[in-house]
């Protein structure tokens, strides 16, 4: 009998068990079948790419191994991020369809921070971003938020509910202005947006996220700005009892158009009864 050529084992020959799986794992019609199977599984169908298998959770986690680990373009590939795709649906409840769950964004951050650091110094910026994060983010857990993201002097929460996400702002504002390091008190400023954003991962993506940034800069003065989207599921008796008044945000006539928000797009400032007693105004503010 012949012998067999050096490390080549019986089911590698051309025709043997091996040969064949090695054939099917990486033809394409299989590994395309596969991938629109997925399309129908639990889960995000793109689960494994390094948007989906960011952050932190079993899935994910196990997904980050595979990635490393598995051929590309091959049947096994598919078959395993398919398990970790329905793994991931089913524990964390992610959903990959079209049609997201509604949610209220919040971003925050500080007014002036970046020229008040310069001169304080990384010591002082230091106590002054832990202090502010030991007052802003308990009123936004308790509430029931999810902070997503913490971006330097700010951060990303989100919200099943417009009214909890905005008493929650306001309680982590009126926090914010007790805090003071070396005798500097900073200025915080919050957006709160309405929508259906998309959750990838650990992150939340898509154009209501983008606008939810948008309101947090249109709140220039360290104040709290909320969209109409957001504004509109608050009864008014919700707002009394949060103790704010709303009142729209008008731009100036040749302002530059913001660029990333539609022509349509209609903001609020919320003030405080405290706000409006030692501003003695209205409220009204044009940009």
């Not at 990635?67 to 096994?76: F, I, K, P, Y």
């Not at 921070?113 to 936004?140: C, I, K, N």
């Not at 797009?265 to 003030?271: A, V």
Request: hydrophobic fraction near 40%; glycine fraction near 10%; charged fraction near 25%.
């Amino acid at each position: 009998m012949e012998d067999e050529p050096p490390g080549e084992p019986e089911g590698g020959r051309p025709g043997g068990p091996l040969s064949w799986f090695r054939s099917v794992n990486h033809h394409d019609g299989v590994v395309s079948f596969l991938r629109r199977t997925r399309r129908a599984l639990p889960g995000d169908p793109e689960f494994g790419d390094p948007l989906s298998v960011d952050g932190v959770g079993g899935p994910r986690a196990a997904a980050r191994a595979a990635d490393r680990l598995l051929e590309r373009n091959a049947a096994t590939r598919e078959v395993s991020l398919g398990a970790l795709q329905v793994w991931q649906a089913l524990t964390e409840r992610v959903s990959g369809r079209p049609a997201n769950a509604e949610a209220t964004l919040v971003f925050t951050d500080l007014v002036g921070f970046s020229a008040w650091s310069l001169d304080a110094g990384d010591d002082a910026t230091l106590r002054l971003l832990r202090r502010v994060s030991q007052v802003v983010e308990p009123p936004l857990l308790e509430a029931g938020g999810h902070i997503v993201k913490r971006m330097g002097d700010g951060l990303m929460a989100v919200f099943t509910d417009p009214i909890t996400a905005v008493a929650a702002a306001v309680e982590a504002r009126r926090a914010v202005k007790l805090v003071d390091v070396d005798g500097y008190t900073p200025r915080m400023r919050v957006g709160v947006h309405t929508g259906r954003p998309q959750r990838i991962g650990s992150d939340w993506l898509g154009i209501d996220v983008n606008l939810a940034a948008r309101v947090m800069e249109r709140a220039t003065r360290g104040e709290l700005v909320v969209s109409e989207a957001t504004l509109e599921r608050i009864p008014d008796g919700e707002l009394d009892a949060l103790g704010v008044t709303a009142k729209k945000l008008r731009r100036q006539v040749f302002a530059p158009k913001p660029d990333g928000v539609p022509a349509d797009f209609t903001m609020y400032r919320l003030r405080t009864r405290y706000q409006r007693a030692v501003s003695g105004d209205d409220g009204d503010q044009v940009y």
